[in-house]
């Protein structure tokens, strides 16, 4: 059921609270503006729905809506760049679809995410159609990564396809869940090369699928059968082994690489070691890996350590720590969630064998939190860099800066109000995903989103959700962002080394 404002598929009459529409002025009074780049004390002034002035002092007619942002943050609202909304996956469809996904993400102070589209039977094309209608029912602004799970001629034209026609300027490759996702290195290589030649960022979940097999199956006969049993079968060892070699293989082909869900010292710092050889490598951690550590997925209890499976695993004490400091230092350049809810029912698949829990978990709608607590509460980074790991650099990296991820002239107003001084406890019985468990449940949060704008309306506020379903638009990203300035260049020095 859903608790808020559904409005029905395609309707655009509002069934509780007073939606505006995007034609809607806004005035944001007194709040400090807060973008990547610089912080300043200004009103923003918001008219069919991008932001139309921002100033001291703006003076307004009556007909606009003013909020009163004093002693608050207004900053771009946040851009997920990793979820799987409505997504089959292990005999399973994640319990979050399009609509309650993004209510919760809205909640949460993020404006926009990136959803991978799972191709169908290898079809990028029907995997793309399929996505079109599950995204029917979006309240916010989303855009799509594919993901590429077999190699011919007929995938490397519909990546073309993709990329010239669909507005998807990024394709992930999974070098685990053998048998069912997963690519070998001689697949990979030619994808690269055709990530390259089309300008899409190559993006990978690296972890050695041959090796984790093996390590399944080993822990399996050893009569480990308990949640624990799937982070004992893929230890850190392999992340790191296969960031390393995807990276390697990015080197061979000098195209930049992306790897998703760095969730063990190992990986960053492969990743770590690559930036500083001048390696385009971007590094993206997530909001389970950075503030949890493996003690949930050790409990007794079924139900609560099955919440906590998903691939790479959430890592022992000290991976969480190291990975804030590489956010912190630059190394890692971006804060995804990977929300990809199953309920406890779901979980309850692999009671009898960790290899069949469907594996994920939520963040969605913590995520904006969780990073401002643990990051800026703590002084590790600043508002401005906040703003850079939550939102601006996904819209840089993905080519929709500065439509995306800055409060600008010209921009999409899509804008969050946060209070520093509020808090409060996350919990499975308030938070909007429609899953019965929470991975951070009962944690104690300080920094509150308060207002959310997502394109010019305001869709949360006062605890309450206001959305329409078919109001999120779809975002077309175009190739060739800044990761791919200066790869000819290198390309023709190669060149000129080997005749010489």
């Not at 790897?259 to 010292?265: A, D, P």
């Not at 779809?474 to 790869?487: A, C, N, S, T, V």
């Not at 000819?488 to 080997?498: G, P, Q, R, T, V």
């Amino acid at each position: 059921a859903d608790q808020f404002c559904d409005a029905g598929i395609g309707n655009t009459e509002p069934a509780c609270g007073s939606v505006s529409t995007s034609g809607s002025k806004i005035l944001i009074k007194g709040g400090t503006i807060v973008n990547a780049h610089h912080q300043e004390v200004a009103d923003v002034y918001i008219e069919d729905g991008v932001v139309a002035s921002v100033h001291p002092n703006i003076r307004v007619g009556d007909d606009v809506r003013v909020i009163d942002a004093t002693g608050k943050f207004v900053m771009p609202g946040g851009i997920d760049p990793h979820t799987h909304l409505d997504m089959k996956f292990m005999n399973n469809v994640t319990i979050d679809d399009y609509f309650s996904g993004q209510s919760a993400a809205l909640a949460g102070g993020t404006t926009m995410h990136i959803d991978f589209v799972i191709p169908v039977n290898g079809s990028l094309s029907a995997g793309y159609e399929s996505y079109v209608k599950k995204a029917k029912r979006s309240v916010m602004d989303y855009g799509f990564h594919m993901a590429v799970t077999k190699w011919d001629e007929t995938v490397s034209r519909e990546m073309e396809v993709m990329v010239k026609d669909k507005g998807i300027n990024s394709f992930k490759f999974f070098m685990a869940y053998k048998g069912s996702l997963m690519i070998n290195d001689e697949f990979l290589i030619e994808a690269l090369k055709k990530c390259k030649s089309l300008g899409a960022v190559a993006m990978v979940h690296a972890e050695n699928g041959d090796a984790v097999f093996e390590g399944q199956r080993r822990i399996f006969e050893l009569g480990i059968t308990a949640p624990i049993g799937h982070a004992l079968s893929r230890p850190p060892e392999l992340e790191g082994e296969a960031t390393s070699r995807a990276i390697r293989l990015a080197r061979f082909v000098n195209t930049p690489l992306y790897v998703v869900h760095v969730m063990s010292i190992d990986a960053m710092e492969e990743i770590a070691k690559a930036r500083k050889s001048g390696q385009k490598v971007i590094g993206e951690p997530i909001t389970s890996g950075l503030v949890l550590d493996d003690s949930g997925i050790w409990d007794p209890d079924f139900k609560t350590a099955s919440k906590f499976v998903m691939s790479p695993p959430i890592r022992a004490a000290g991976h969480g720590k190291a990975l804030q400091a590489a956010l912190a230092s630059g190394i890692l350049q971006l804060v995804g969630t990977d929300h990809c809810t199953f309920n406890s029912t779901q979980k309850a698949m692999g009671i009898d064998d960790f290899r069949k829990i469907p594996n994920g978990v939520n963040g969605i709608e913590e995520r904006m939190h969780l990073v401002w607590d643990a990051m800026v509460v703590s002084g590790k980074i600043t508002a401005t860099d906040f703003v850079r790991v939550t939102s601006t650099e996904c819209a840089k990296i993905f080519n929709i800066f500065p439509r995306k991820g800055a409060i600008m002239v010209g921009s999409d107003a899509d804008i969050i109000i946060l209070n520093p001084n509020s808090t409060f406890k996350i919990s499975s019985t308030s938070h909007h995903s429609r899953t019965d468990t929470n991975i951070y449940e009962g944690r104690k949060v300080k920094g509150k989103v308060e207002v959310t704008i997502a394109g010019g309306r305001v869709v949360w506020e006062n605890e309450e959700l206001k959305v329409v379903p078919g109001s999120g638009k779809y975002i077309e990203m175009p190739p060739f962002g800044y990761l791919f300035d200066g790869i000819d260049k290198a390309d023709a020095e190669y060149l000129a080394s080997l005749r010489a």
